[in-house]
């Protein structure tokens, strides 16, 4: 299919699918006869999993080049592409003004304790989560271990249905592009889903 068509099936201008592919997030079409180029299928899919990164998962186009290139690299672990993916979307999550507070983190080190989580140290995740607690300090509602516990076991959760629905994937190139897109999306999917589920336990405790 030449440019116009690719524009047209994914909805992407066709000015946007030249700047991707200048940034080098999409590979070039195949040269044909004058100025026309053709594309295909994996070009489409490739577009369709850039614009969902950019504009569901807000990353930059830097941060989408960096998880495209672990994605790319065939010689890549699974673990070492979901590490690229996590980094990149966390860093937008990370508000840059200061670092948390050492009594935040050693909160959340110890929830980590109280979880018997292995496998995750010097995760970003605790940065994160401790710059959170240090907010709700700071707006004069600090968080009880119960109320982090409850939230530990979400978590949980929702970590265990990732991998379950990577690991039903047969092939390791879709396993770890499922893993970065879980990783973009699922927080999108979590937010709206933890809207939900707030709207129907107001109503079921009758506070509405």
């Known amino acids: 299919m030449l440019i116009t ?18 940034e080098g997030l999409l590979p070039a079409g195949e040269r044909l006869n004058g100025n026309r180029t053709e594309y295909g299928d994996a070009h489409i899919h490739r ?40 980094q990149a979307l966390s860093r937008a999550a990370v508000p840059d003004v200061s670092e948390p507070t050492s009594a935040s983190i050693a909160r959340i080190d110890a929830l980590i304790g109280r979880a018997e989580w292995t496998g995750c140290e010097d995760n970003i995740g605790t940065e994160i989560a401790a710059r959170v607690l240090d907010a709700f300090v700071h707006a ?14 979400a978590a949980r959760l929702a970590a265990d249905a990732d991998l379950a629905a990577v690991a039903a994937l047969p092939d390791p190139s879709r396993m770890a592009e499922l893993m970065v897109i879980g990783t973009v999306l699922g927080d999108s999917l979590a937010l709206g889903l933890r809207r939900i589920a707030q709207a129907a336990a107001t109503s079921e405790r009758r506070l509405s």
């Open 47 to 86: 577009l369709r999993l850039i614009r969902s990164m950019l504009e569901v998962g807000h990353l930059s186009v830097s941060s989408v080049a960096q998880v495209l290139a672990a994605l790319d690299d065939p010689d890549a672990p699974i673990a070492h592409t979901f590490d690229v993916a996590q």
């Open 5 to 22: 068509e690719l524009a047209e099936t994914t909805g992407t201008p066709s000015a946007t699918i030249k700047y991707y592919v200048r």
């Open 140 to 153: 004069g509602y600090p968080l009880p271990d119960s109320y982090l516990d409850a939230y530990a076991s």
